[in-house]
């Protein structure tokens, strides 16, 4: 096929999203947080609320999320995008409100903010990328990392009786009345990419509804961070972070997911 | 009315839309008195008990993000967890009011007033070259005052201001004249406020991260514009002053001890002034210098181990000696003490 007949408009089957900026993606080629952005904008796009949308980037690779994103943003200090998002929420009650958070930043240095907000049952959508290794500062064991896990602060293997074990912080939230939606997706291929966009679509759709607040972890790849191929990563992530972070939904409806 | 409850109520009357707070002594009744009298209700500002002072500070700094009026307030452990969140404010460049009702330090300390937050408060207190806009009250009237002027000023240079009171002024009570009640505001500066992305404008961000070394440079260069231009603001009260030969310095509770010193010194012969900073950023620095070309000698007062009189000094260069006079927070000095100290030093000399 000719290349002007490829182009043609009833051969396209993919493009650039719109709500994306041309700022290229900052992230490591095979990483995920650029799917899981492309996904949250193309929600916005589909649902017409770019004008009433307003994100919160956290500390860590996603901290530029501001820049690839075409909505108001407000970065916020290292764990705390669910307070920074529950007062722009109280105050813009009519705003789509979400925060954008890794796992060093919602399940570590932000543990209190993140279930004080879940509690509260803000009205806010928390989308939370864990790939298991804080990213941005060099491969660091977060508290996610998983036993036995290589990083560059547990280089012989996380050791859970001196480190403490990986936690499942989206399991402990879900256990509070405030919040309504908790699921565990992925984006590395594209049968999961296509659920995850689904439950990104959910969690706005129940802010609309005020029905409180929507979780969503997206277990990611680290490739820079694991040390692998991009390929190579996501093997290793459906091999061993998939069984310790089961994929699914674990709260529906604000009633926890029996399974 | 306490100085605490008055700097609630014109809170209200001044339209903010939000407080985001934390329970510490001696500042406690801020949040008390808002929730009591249901705001939201009255005027339909937000009132939220956060779960900490690090979450109240950042929801303060979400907030002023939208162009909204917030504030926070708190006593001085409380404040220094806050300082990151601080930080960002000023380096993001959003106006919001933050109050400190200071106790004794270092660490737990004690719950009486101190002034001993000073340092803190005007030369930055979190990491990074910024300033706060800090306002001195020496009155429970003050305490309501400089709630709508802090306002004013943390939108006019987009920075965040802070009344520096002490528990002291937070908890006694007198009478005052409250403002009347202002209009929430409704439009909001499209040109940085996070309101949402219309098509008519780019999207607007509130970071305080510059990776590029040349634009944080620029940045800071650009607030420490900002921050010298301050000076036109500067705030100060001054008493008997005219005829003075010797001027004590004191802020906040300190003045109010001292307004009873040059009582007493004048009773008896001495002719002693006093010079109270309204604002202790920017600081009278201009009058104090000349004021050293007119007195003999200054002490300041202060519930600390001597943090304002260095900037005393600074002013003064040396021109007339500068003593500093006071307890460090929890006791606190009588009129009887300073007079002493400073007999001692008016008649002793130097």
Request: glycine share 10%.
């Amino acid at each position: 096929m000719e290349f002007k007949e490829i182009t043609r408009e009833e051969n396209l089957v993919y493009k650039r999203t719109p709500l994306m900026t041309d700022t290229p993606l900052s992230y490591c080629p095979g990483c995920g947080h650029g799917t899981v952005h492309r996904l949250i904008m193309e929600v916005v796009e589909e649902m017409g609320i770019q004008e009433d949308t307003i994100g919160i980037a956290p500390v860590g690779c996603s901290v530029l999320a501001y820049d690839f994103m075409d909505v108001d943003f407000s970065q916020a200090a290292h764990g705390r995008a669910p307070a920074v998002a529950t007062a722009i929420k109280r105050l813009w009650p009519e705003k789509f409100v979400f925060t954008y958070q890794g796992d060093g930043d919602l399940a570590a240095i932000g543990t209190a903010e993140t279930i004080h907000a879940c509690n509260r049952g803000e009205n806010i959508a928390i989308f939370f990328v864990n790939n298991g290794i804080y990213g941005m500062t060099g491969g660091q064991m977060a508290p996610t990392t998983l036993e036995g896990m290589r990083s560059s602060t547990s280089p012989y293997g996380r050791n859970s009786e001196t480190m403490g074990p990986p936690y499942k912080i989206t399991e402990l939230i879900a256990q509070l009345d405030g919040t309504h939606y908790v699921t565990r997706q992925a984006v590395h291929k594209p049968g999961p990419v296509r659920k995850a966009k689904k439950a990104i679509r959910k969690a706005l759709e129940l802010q609309k509804e005020n029905k409180g607040l929507s979780f969503i972890e997206f277990v990611s790849n680290c490739n820079s961070g694991w040390k692998m191929t991009p390929n190579d990563s996501n093997i290793w992530m459906e091999e061993n972070m998939f069984p310790f972070y089961p994929m699914g939904d674990i709260k529906v409806d604000g009633k926890l997911v029996k399974g | 009315m306490k100085g605490n409850e008055a700097i609630a109520e014109a809170a209200i009357r001044a339209g903010v839309d939000g407080y985001f707070g934390y329970p510490i002594t001696p500042q406690s009744e801020v949040m008390e008195y808002l929730m009591l009298q249901k705001p939201e209700e009255r005027t339909g500002m937000v009132v939220l008990q956060a779960e900490s002072e690090v979450a109240s500070i950042n929801m303060v700094y979400g907030a002023a993000g939208t162009g909204k009026k917030v504030m926070t307030s708190s006593s001085s452990p409380g404040i220094s967890l806050m300082q990151e969140g601080i930080s960002y404010i000023a380096g993001a460049e959003l106006p919001c009011l933050i109050v400190n009702v200071v106790r004794g330090g270092p660490g737990l300390g004690t719950i009486q007033p101190s002034q001993a937050d000073y340092f803190q408060s005007t030369k930055g207190g979190g990491h990074g070259d910024y300033r706060l806009i800090v306002l001195a009250p020496a009155s429970v009237q003050e305490m309501a005052d400089f709630v709508d002027l802090g306002f004013e000023l943390a939108f006019k240079y987009r920075n965040p201001t802070m009344i520096l009171s002490d528990g002291l002024i937070g908890q006694m009570m007198e009478k005052v004249e409250l403002p009347p009640q202002k209009e929430r505001v409704t439009e909001f500066d499209q040109s940085w406020a996070i309101t949402g992305k219309t098509k008519d404008r780019e999207r607007n961000i509130i970071t305080s991260l510059n990776l590029d070394p040349d634009k944080q440079y620029e940045h800071n260069l650009k607030l420490q514009e900002k921050y010298k231009s301050m000076e036109q603001d500067v705030m100060f009260e001054k008493i008997d002053c005219d005829d003075a030969d010797f001027l004590l310095v004191a802020y906040g509770s300190s003045a109010r001890i001292c307004q009873k010193v040059v009582e007493m010194a004048r009773s008896r012969g001495k002719k002693v002034g006093l010079l109270r900073p309204q604002t202790l950023y920017p600081f009278p620095s201009n009058e104090l210098a000349r004021m050293a070309r007119k007195v003999k000698g200054m002490m300041a007062v202060e519930l600390s181990a001597g943090q304002m009189v260095e900037d005393v000094r600074l002013a003064v260069n040396g021109k007339v000696p500068v003593s500093h006079y006071g307890m460090m927070g929890g006791k606190i000095h009588s009129p009887d003490d300073v007079l002493k100290a400073l007999e001692d030093k008016y008649i002793g000399g130097y």
